[in-house]
DNA sequence: AGCTCCATGTAAGTCGTTACATGATTCA
DNA sequence: TGAATCATGTAACGACTTACATGGAGCT
């Protein structure tokens, strides 16, 4: 259910159609909650028959024949949203295919090891530099959505409002880092375990899965 | 996908009923990929409609009324457990609820985001203790599963087998360790802000959520 | 006689993905 | 005139959850 939380917080910025709503969702909530455009527009329908969000029919451009859905967030919504941050989740169930695989790596060859623990490295890499980015625009309160929060809400809480993000980010910095030292850990124990099992280079299996 | 490939690799230990490979799961894939015992009831009947495993019905017990259900990998399995470990996966869409969260904690009470961060470290406590004794288990390969295993494999492959997964499981003590610091310093914010804020320890929210 | 564990599922529903479908606006 | 972007969805399917359903075996 964080999707509809993401969203309703999304909206207590401001009114924004579901493309817009799309658009900031990837460049903010999307680094912790992923969800394609499709369902997006599906959940707002969802919120909105719940009553948390209304929406109006608005004119696009110079002809009245196109049409777009600006969403706002009613007072059931804020509501909602005070309810949901007081509340304390569960934790979330694991499912991690990456580290899945890693614990069977021994049915690939060490040069597949290093593959899978090569790949996982740039994925990390790519990550911790966008969140670093991101970091960077925060702490400069520079995105359009930090900047309407900032408009619209009290300068008392302003601190608050970017130090929590900014918080929750530099966690998964800090993920992001972890991985890729752990990927380079991996690469260097398998360049270890394969000099000491005399092998080199080739495609064979460390042990080949077999039957019974 | 995760879910097929990790109970053909538990499979290829040797044949096991659903319900103990349920039980094995819970002990083992369990900590990096979460699932239900009725999903992976009735992941083994697609798994043997794909002929990569394949199932005899046993008796149970003195009486022959009860029965059983031992599954078997089978050579296509077998294949199929290379292949994924070949395969070089897309970066797993994150998806975590309580990061969502982490990012609007103003919403709520100082006292609020204090509660919430307690909770997250109390969780991976749980969990790092958890993976610690796991991966104490399998250095000293005193599991039932990881015995199998070995017992079944080549001489020549124990390290790997051994040593993949207990870095698999470094890595997710090392997160672990992370969250829980990661929570120690969000407290520590939390309280400085709250110092400069001059409030203390009411409920208000730091930044009510409201319409418009 | 009653409890715990062994054992195997089904049914309904939610959440999310993939692919499709359509068309207007804006700018070069 | 054509490409990029704005804009809003639906349909089918797959993965997973929740709740239900049943009953034998083994032990005290």
Request: net charge neutral; hydrophobic share 40%.
């Amino acid at each position: 259910m964080s999707l509809r939380h993401a969203l309703l917080a999304l909206l207590e910025a401001g009114p924004l159609t579901g493309y817009q709503l799309a658009k900031q969702f990837d460049r903010s909530v999307a680094f912790t909650w992923h969800a394609r455009h499709s369902q997006i527009y599906t959940e707002l329908r969802r919120l909105e028959h719940d009553g948390f969000v209304e929406s109006a029919e608005a004119p696009r451009g110079g002809s009245a024949r196109a049409v777009k859905r600006p969403y706002s967030l009613t007072r059931d919504g804020a509501g909602e949203l005070e309810r949901w941050v007081t509340e304390v989740e569960d934790a979330a169930p694991i499912r991690d295919p990456w580290h899945v695989k890693a614990q069977y790596l021994e049915f690939g060859s060490y040069e597949n090891a290093r593959r899978q623990f090569r790949a996982h490295r740039e994925q990390y890499v790519i990550l911790r530099d966008r969140y670093e980015r991101h970091v960077e625009d925060l702490r400069n309160a520079d995105t359009a959505l930090i900047k309407r929060r900032l408009d619209k809400a009290e300068p008392s809480a302003h601190r608050a409002i970017v130090t929590f993000k900014v918080h929750a980010y530099a966690n998964l910095i800090a993920r992001a880092r972890l991985e890729i030292s752990w990927a380079d850990e991996g690469l260097s124990l398998v360049d270890s375990m394969e000099l000491a099992d005399g092998a080199s280079g080739d495609e064979e299996p460390v042990h080949r899965p077999s039957v019974q």
